[in-house]
């Protein structure tokens, strides 16, 4: 499972303050962190922060990339804060999102085609969120097949089906994972990723809801998440799902995950 660690985000009172503050410290500690406890990327956001959001984008980057040998995710509906943030980033970076949205689409294609970032293509368009598999599977296609085109690798494509709340529709949670599913199966070596989260919006004992949701994903397929990597019970979860679902040889992982005392 590839870990995208989703704690630097602005929505969280705490990383809003730092970044208003500018204090680089505060956010090089959440990224530390979230490195030791396994993550891949570190997820940078800086959303609410519409009109500066280029400026505060690259900030993050650079404060994380200060303390971490790896890569962000930049995740921006706005091309021009992931610009900003790419000028900065050292190594390949993950792209979280492209869309089918017009604007960003058409804004965002041309700064990934060609390249080797590993990309998130968001089941998004203009026509509003996707309810049904078939509205994912639909948009998911037309996202693939343009990213193809334009020289990114299969391998580096995460599909992410748009996760909603069960608590606005309960075939949310069914018609996700169906699409993680079918996306699996319909393009070989492709990914998928999402912020899981969302599911549980509105309801009662919401990290248990996440981690549950979490394992019916893995038994689907999902091989990405965006997820606070310091839930530890949700890291456990995510390792033995995937040590059942077979994704983990001579249980290597989960052994070596016990040993370090990560399951417990
Ligand atoms: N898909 C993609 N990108 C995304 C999302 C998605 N980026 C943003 C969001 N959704 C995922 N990121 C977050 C970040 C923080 C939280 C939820 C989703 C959050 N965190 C808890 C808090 O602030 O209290 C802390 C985590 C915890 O304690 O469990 O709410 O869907 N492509």
Redesign the pocket.
Same mark, same amino acid.
């Given at each position: 499972m590839i870990i %995208?660690g989703? !704690?630097i985000?602005a &929505?969280?009172?705490a %990383?809003g303050a730092a970044i208003e503050a500018r204090d680089a410290a505060a956010i090089q500690k959440v990224a530390e962190d979230q490195h030791a406890a396994g993550a891949d990327f570190i +997820?940078v $956001?800086a @959303?609410i922060f519409v009109k500066k959001e280029p400026e505060y984008l690259a900030w993050l980057v650079q404060s994380v990339q200060e303390v971490i040998d790896g890569p962000c /995710?930049i +995740?921006s509906p706005n091309p021009k804060a992931i610009e900003a943030a790419l000028a900065v980033h050292q190594g390949t970076p993950m792209i *979280? &999102?492209i869309s089918l949205e017009k604007e960003r689409y058409e804004n965002l294609m041309p700064i990934i085609a060609g390249t080797d970032m590993q990309v %998130?293509a !968001?089941c998004m368009s203009d026509d509003g969120m996707p309810k049904t598999v078939e509205d994912r599977l639909k948009i998911a296609d037309k996202l693939v097949n343009a990213l193809l085109q334009n020289n990114v690798k299969m391998e580096n494509i995460?599909v +992410?089906p !748009? =996760?909603q709340p069960l608590s606005v529709d309960d075939t949310f949670g069914t018609e996700f994972i169906n699409a993680v599913e079918q996306i699996m199966q319909k393009f070989e070596g492709i990914h998928t /990723?999402? @912020?899981? &989260? $969302?599911i549980s919006y509105g309801l009662p004992l919401?990290?248990f809801l $996440?981690q549950t949701f979490m394992v019916m994903a893995i038994t689907k397929g999902l091989d990405g998440a %965006? =997820? *606070?990597p310091? +839930?530890k019970k949700?890291m456990a979860n995510i390792t033995a799902a995937e040590t059942l679902a077979g994704k983990d040889s001579f249980c290597m992982n989960f052994l070596q995950a016990f040993r370090a005392g990560k399951l417990d």
């Open positions: %995208i989703e !704690l985000n &929505s969280r009172k %990383i +997820d $956001n @959303g /995710a +995740d *979280n &999102s %998130i !968001l995460f +992410d !748009l =996760v /990723a999402c @912020g899981l &989260s $969302n919401r990290p $996440n %965006i =997820v *606070n310091l +839930d949700m």
